[in-house]
């Protein structure tokens, strides 16, 4: 697919210019991010030749407590992605990319909102981790706690299954965004060369697609324990990559998610980092 000749385009609506430390921390979130990203790909490539358990972000996190000056590194990526739900909690709530108030516009502001709450969460794990120094209980212990909590709610098998249902709705947009480019859209594309709008149309494409899988697979284990009304059947991101492995041919089946995961990693620490527009009055 040709890239758009209109790759100048601004955002839609009216530019707002950013709040000076409201670009640094969304920058430094995704740096952050992509860190976390590309070591879990790593991670899940090595299981999948090597054996084990696959990886989830729990695990990103206590392999680089566990680096040389691992304390310090892991205290960046928990600020960064302090900083990253931040941007997108503000994102939600000023409607910075002009979603608009419609159906479509209040769908994707919920979900940015969602995501931020989402790697606030991460970030506090990340601290418990600096803090006390040993893994808190999380992964899909903790997924099975907190979804058994939910159901025992009025109406909490239902949100279960919504939530899921969400996912796997997620995942399928994020494969038709890979398919159509539509991540470019917020990109200044116009201040890179030839060759790097195609690094990003690449990176972006295999990195979006492999989130896209992961996601709907997330939903779709919830889906189901809603559905079986097991808990237990809920599974974060080590869950959904296990079960990759588990299928027939599951060794390349992961190997591919996971460099699509390393690719996204990339993606984000070295071209949304720097070319993203971010429209924060």
Same mark, same amino acid.
């Given at each position: 697919m040709s890239i758009s000749t209109d790759f100048n385009e601004q955002a839609k609506? +009216?530019?707002? /210019?950013? +709040?000076?430390?409201i670009e640094w921390l969304a920058r430094l979130g995704f740096i952050a991010k992509g860190v976390v990203y590309a070591l879990i790909g790593v991670l899940a490539i090595q299981v999948a030749f090597?054996?084990?358990a696959a990886p989830g972000t729990e695990d990103a996190f206590q392999t680089i407590a566990a680096q040389p000056f691992g304390?310090?590194?892991l205290g960046l990526v928990a600020f960064g992605l302090v900083g990253y739900a931040i941007w997108l909690l503000v994102r939600a709530g000023m409607d910075t990319d002009n979603q608009g108030s419609d159906a479509e516009g209040i769908i994707k502001r919920l979900g940015y909102a969602i995501d931020g709450v989402i790697h606030m969460g991460l970030a506090f794990y990340a601290v418990t981790l600096l803090v006390s120094g040993l893994a808190s209980s999380g992964g899909e212990s903790s997924m099975a706690e907190w979804t058994a909590w939910l159901m025992a709610q009025p109406f909490g098998r239902w949100l279960v299954g919504l939530g899921g249902a969400i996912g796997i709705g997620v995942g399928l947009y994020k494969l038709y965004k890979a398919y159509s480019t539509e991540?470019?859209?917020v990109l200044n594309l116009s201040q890179m060369s030839q060759t790097e709008r195609e690094w990003t149309i690449r990176l972006g494409r295999a990195g979006i697609a492999a989130q896209g899988i992961v996601f709907a697979i997330i939903g779709g284990?919830?889906?189901?324990?809603?559905?079986?009304?097991?808990? +237990?059947e809920?599974?974060?991101?080590g869950g959904a990559l296990q079960s990759l492995a588990d299928q027939p041919y599951g060794p390349w089946l992961l190997t591919l998610v996971a460099l699509g995961l390393v690719a996204h990693g990339i993606y984000?620490?070295?071209? /949304?980092?720097?070319?993203?527009?971010?429209? /924060?009055?």
């Open positions: 609506g +009216s530019i707002r /210019v950013a +709040s000076p430390w090597g054996g084990g304390q310090i590194l991540f470019t859209e284990f919830f889906v189901q324990a809603a559905w079986q009304y097991q808990p +237990s809920a599974r974060g991101l984000m620490m070295f071209i /949304v980092s720097q070319y993203r527009r971010i429209n /924060v009055a």
